[in-house]
């Protein structure tokens, strides 16, 4: 064996262990097609930190008076609140500066998960689209629906397979770790919350108590930074991505430890326990966020896992360790009741 194959680190197949490709690279169409959708997210999640730690706006308008004045009330409430937060950015730059630190925040957090996936693929030769990240219209969630990848040709090897599914949420999960101690490090003290009040309380996943601890913070009467509210959306995506269902994260990661049976039954197991919590959520928070995970993995229980071309090469030490870090990180990252409804 020569040398340049003998420093290869362990973690990573030489070439030898696979099919030798090269995955096509992006067009400059794609990469205009990419840049497009990733601006308007930026966009969308600017406006959306800044209606985070804006007052809450109240657009006045007048009383429907016709059938057809009630059917236009929605979408005229919905672009009258928009232009009011719009007018607040820029009347008020500070809210437009936590805006900014929001979608750097969450999109440095998405933009390694995605460049994971995409950096592992090159690596097997696997052809990937670059990542789309998908605006949301405003006011509606985080500004964004999230990013993904699409893989264009098979994966070679169970260890290919595992290496492209991990790599995205352990690089987002680095990314994600410093945010997340920013957020807990500038909290800041709120007014103590009335006891006839309503609203949503969210609930802190084990990496922000940890370093609340250690840093001496108290969560209960806080008011979130658009650093908290980055870190903690992202920590969300990474645990849901990490369940080991259909094609999610999780999903190539047990199908490459265990193989096609396990991976399917294990998901219908995951997929009967989350549907519980998200009653149980129901019941003790007042919280459906459980019932969109549950929809969505019941979604992803649907659509087939591809086979790899070579199942015969299974994993190694190297990987099994990855694999107690990968769990290390779900569990971290994971909430069980991620809201509660006061």
């Known amino acids: 064996m020569s040398e340049s194959v003998q420093v290869i680190p362990p973690f990573i197949d030489s070439p030898a262990t696979f099919t030798r490709r090269k995955s096509a690279r992006p067009t400059a169409r794609e990469w205009k097609k990419h840049a497009t959708l990733f601006l308007l997210t930026v966009l969308t999640t600017t406006l959306a930190g ?41 009347a008020v730059p500070s809210l ?16 390694a998960h995605e460049s994971g996936h995409y950096i592992a693929c090159r690596r097997y030769g696997v ?17 964004t629906f999230g990013a993904f990848i699409k893989i264009k040709s098979p994966i070679p090897t169970r260890r290919a397979l595992f290496d492209i599914g991990v790599a995205g949420p352990l690089a987002g999960f680095i990314v994600a770790v410093p945010v997340a101690f920013l957020g807990v490090l500038t909290l800041q003290a709120a007014p103590p919350i009335p006891p006839d009040s309503t609203g949503i309380i969210f609930n802190e996943p084990l990496l922000f108590r940890l370093f609340g601890r250690v840093l001496g913070v108290e969560f209960a009467n806080t008011t979130p930074n658009p650093f908290y509210f980055a870190a903690w959306i992202g920590l969300l995506v990474t645990s849901l991505n990490l369940m080991p269902v259909g094609q999610l994260d999780g ?36 919280s459906p966020s459980g019932f969109l995970y549950t929809i969505l993995l019941g979604v992803m229980l649907r659509v087939g896992h591809p086979r790899v071309e070579d199942e015969s090469i299974y994993l190694d030490r190297p990987r099994m360790v990855v694999t107690a870090l990968t769990l290390l990180v779900f569990i971290l990252s994971f909430l069980p009741f991620p809201i509660k409804v006061i």
């Open 50 to 90: 800044v209606m985070l730690v804006s007052p809450e706006v109240e657009p006045q308008l007048r009383e429907p008076s016709s059938i057809l004045g009630y059917f236009l009330y929605v979408p005229e409430y919905y672009f009258k609140a928009v232009g009011l937060y719009i007018h607040y950015a820029f």
């Open 251 to 286: 999903g190539h990661a047990t199908y490459a430890l265990f193989g096609k049976s396990l991976h399917k039954w294990l998901g219908r197991v995951v997929f009967v326990l989350v549907a519980m919590l998200a009653i149980l959520g129901w019941v003790w928070h007042s």
């Open 127 to 143: 052809d990937a689209t670059l990542p789309f990240f998908i605006p949301a219209p405003p006011l509606f969630l985080a500004g």
């Open 96 to 111: 437009l500066a936590q805006g900014a630190l929001f979608s750097g925040s969450l999109l440095a957090i998405l933009t």
